[in-house]
């Protein structure tokens, strides 16, 4: 339900309304046609995690999920299910994926995970103000940052909106309540407050930009003060490492006091050697797989089930594309292969790796771009302005005189043909000008960059 009303929220501020989402809770048995499917109760960063259980005429093939085993968690949304996978176990489990992220930490992740005995003591003896950050999705560690805000009587401000939605809908669903008068909005908030706990949140680089701006003084809400405390309770993750030396730098420039919690103070929460070995004694698999981790990770993986008993063909290690077969309730590695590539990100925009704008990118990159203008009368078709033409990359500019007047008349001639021939339309005119001026640079230079012809069509009254 939790991930439900996420998706819902995100997809409507996307302007998406007819939305159709199945909502599948913890513990539950349905079908997808007649396949019968189950869910378990896992422990996650997230609240309602679970793991999914697909029946088949072999036994359950499983997925585990994201998971860590606590046996001490008191909020039920959060909870290891330890009763509905062990009665999986019992049913006859053919394979089981599993996690592999945390697959080379000894010992359990449990209590690894939770910061209240590293920060507590900060609550305890700071009577000014104090700022913790935290990734929205962790709201196993912002559930423990409040109840030591509220055990220690210190309002709470939420700077991140997102993290706000999140909490309400936690509150919505029943999994958990601030306390009232607990919460300041940020609009009531003043950078004079004194005794206030400021979480700050947010997803990747973010979180780390976010508490930098308020060390730099670029925040024009918040400003840190030699009396403030800043907890960073959001260790770096791959891709964030600079970020985050940035802004601790100048954290010890304006803070009084800096507490860094790295991922070896307080674990990700992700299963470590002892859970990975707890879920494969409790769902005994004919088969295991290890999945999501980096292939280092997936081997680490397969050594806990080998050093368990396992011989290596009943254990299967795929690289991404890989494709294992089921035939007769023998699981093989095939020949097959799924073409798998990475998707990038460009703005708020997810395009695979063929995308238009990171193929221009790598032109621009290497082979540069030309720019050529043009103004033209919007009635008569007459060039009134240019054509004028920019090259960055491509050319020296004191051996581009010749190239830089010949694009231009390759620009002029296509529009002149173009309206005497009348076929012109200010789209198949640019496109035929880039065709054209692209050969010719390709000949003169042997550079295929990026040509963006403009046509700018104007009003003008004699």
Known sequence: PLTAMILERKLKKAGIKELNLHRIRRNAKFKIGSTEIRTFGTMQSIADGFGVAIKTEDGYVVYSSEFIVDYDTKNAAFKFDITN????GSEG?????????????????????????????YFED??????????????????????????????????????????????????????????????????DMENILVIVSGTGKSIFRKIHKMATKENDRIELRPTDTVIIASPAVPGTEREEASMEDDLYKEAGRVLMIDSRRAYSMHASIEDLKMMIYLMKPKYYVPVKGEYRQLIANANIALNMGYNADKIIVMDNGQVAVLNDGVLAKSYDKVDVDDV??????????????????????????????VVMNHVTKEIIGGPDVQSR??????????????????????????????????????????????????????????ILPAIIEINTKD
Not at 94 to 119: F, K, W, Y
Not at 157 to 183: C, N, Q, R, T, W
Not at 344 to 372: F, P
Request: charged share 30%; net charge negative; hydrophobic share 35%.
């Open 393 to 450: 990359g491509v050319i020296y500019l004191k051996d581009a005189d010749y190239i830089i007047k010949e694009v231009g008349n390759i620009m002029e001639k296509t529009i002149d043909d173009a309206v005497k021939e009348k076929r012109y339309d200010n789209m198949s005119c640019r496109s035929e000008a880039r065709e054209k001026i692209s050969r010719y640079i390709l000949k003169e230079t042997g550079k295929r960059p990026m």
């Open 85 to 88: 996978i062990t009665d999986l």
């Open 344 to 373: 990038m990100v460009d703005g708020n925009d997810s395009l695979d790796a063929s995308g238009m704008v990171l193929k221009d990118r790598e032109i621009l990159s290497t082979d540069g771009t030309i720019i050529i203008g």
């Open 126 to 191: 700071t009577q000014n103000r104090m700022f913790i950050t935290v990734f929205n999705q962790n709201l196993y560690r912002v559930i423990e940052i409040i109840e030591l805000a509220t055990k220690y009587n210190r309002k709470v401000v939420i700077f991140d909106e997102e993290l706000k939605s999140l909490m309400a809908d936690m509150a919505k669903l029943g999994y958990y309540h601030i306390p009232p008068g607990l919460e300041v909005a940020p609009s009531a908030f003043s950078n």
């Open 93 to 121: 489990v053919l394979a089981l994926l599993s996690e592999s992220v945390g697959s080379t930490r000894t010992g359990n992740s449990s209590p690894h995970h939770r910061i209240t005995e590293q920060i507590e003591q």
